[in-house]
Nanobody
Framework: QVQLVESGGGLVQAGGSLRLSCAAS????????MGWFRQAPGKEREFVAA????????YYADSVKGRFSVSRDNAKNTVYLQMNSLKPEDTAVYYC?????????????WGQGTQVTVSS
């Protein structure tokens, strides 16, 4: 069982930056791939970024490439999402997720989400 708690969301102006954090419970955090997803009002949840269990590989949705960066600190059981050059269309609830195998979908464990609002 993995429990995930996101933090770092908030209100920011377009062009600004935020860093989301996701703290995980459990001693085997380093065995899990970690993903970030988002869901805007009236839309389906979508993949944003992922990092493999070792941190060696990262994956991004086309809409955030070059602006967002995912990283992890296995010593702190934490994964991060650095979001730069934010746009109003990035407004959504952001969720982190954990799974031993999944990368861009079908994650087993989910956090409760953190709201990101980008004003124009």
């Amino acid at each position: 069982q993995v429990q995930l708690v996101e933090s770092g969301g908030g209100l920011v102006q377009a062009g600004g930056s935020l860093r989301l954090s996701c703290a995980a419970s459990g001693r085997i955090f380093k065995a899990y791939n970690m993903g970030w997803f988002r869901q805007a009002p009236g839309k389906e949840r979508e993949f944003v970024a992922a990092v493999t269990y070792s941190g060696a590989r990262t994956y991004y949705a086309d809409s955030v490439k070059g602006r967002f960066s995912v990283s992890r600190d296995n010593a702190k059981n934490t994964v991060y999402l650095q979001m730069n050059s934010l746009k109003p269309e990035d407004t959504a609830v952001y969720y982190c997720a954990a799974d031993r195998l999944a990368l861009q979908s079908s994650y087993a464990y989910w956090g409760q989400g953190t709201q990101v609002t980008v004003s124009s």
